[in-house]
């Protein structure tokens, strides 16, 4: 069996890779697909006025909010999947976790933004196929 990160930021992007995991012809079906969602740790200000708890409650909602729309894509397209919820720098979390888990590929939504912004803002696709150890389709 193999094992494909599918990461989500819970945009309709996301959506549509999660799509072609269930349709896609070019794929087998056996697979497991763990879905991945990042979000960012808060900074030590915000650290010292709210507690540990409350910040893991708010990043495990951020997460299934994020994660709800491919679990169900995947569950109605009887596809096995996992979900882990991630903090921390995205691209340094998604690489990490395919090579914990010995990720087959890594497929992700692109948002397809000019080449401008992404220079400006970084791009977490770019930054995944930079340092992935296996392949990554972007949808």
């Given at each position: 069996?193999?094992?494909?990160?599918?990461?989500?930021?819970?945009?309709?992007?996301?959506?549509?890779?999660?799509?072609?995991?269930?349709?896609?012809?070019?794929?087998?079906?056996?697979?497991?697909?763990?879905?991945?969602?990042?979000?960012?740790?808060?900074?030590?200000?915000?650290?010292?006025?709210?507690?540990?708890?409350?910040?893991?409650?708010?990043?495990?909602?951020?997460?299934?909010?994020a994660?709800?729309?491919?679990?169900?894509?995947?569950?109605?397209?009887?596809?096995?999947?996992?979900?882990h919820?991630?903090?921390?720098?995205?691209?340094?979390?998604?690489?990490?976790?395919?090579?914990?888990?010995?990720?087959?590929?890594?497929?992700?939504?692109?948002?397809?933004?000019?080449?401008?912004?992404?220079?400006?803002?970084?791009?977490?696709?770019?930054?995944?196929?930079a340092?992935?150890?296996?392949?990554?389709l972007?949808?």
């Amino acid at each position: 069996m193999n094992t494909i990160i599918l990461a989500t930021d819970g945009s309709s992007h996301s959506d549509a890779a999660a799509r072609y995991l269930v349709e896609g012809p070019l794929l087998n079906r056996d697979f497991t697909v763990h879905v991945l969602h990042c979000e960012a740790d808060v900074t030590g200000d915000v650290k010292a006025f709210i507690g540990q708890a409350d910040i893991d409650a708010w990043h495990h909602e951020e997460s299934d909010k994020a994660m709800k729309s491919v679990v169900d894509i995947l569950r109605a397209g009887n596809v096995s999947f996992e979900c882990h919820e991630l903090t921390g720098h995205t691209p340094d979390k998604i690489v990490a976790h395919a090579i914990k888990v010995g990720a087959s590929a890594i497929v992700m939504g692109s948002h397809h933004r000019a080449p401008f912004l992404d220079a400006l803002l970084g791009s977490v696709c770019a930054r995944v196929i930079a340092h992935a150890p296996c392949p990554v389709l972007l949808v």
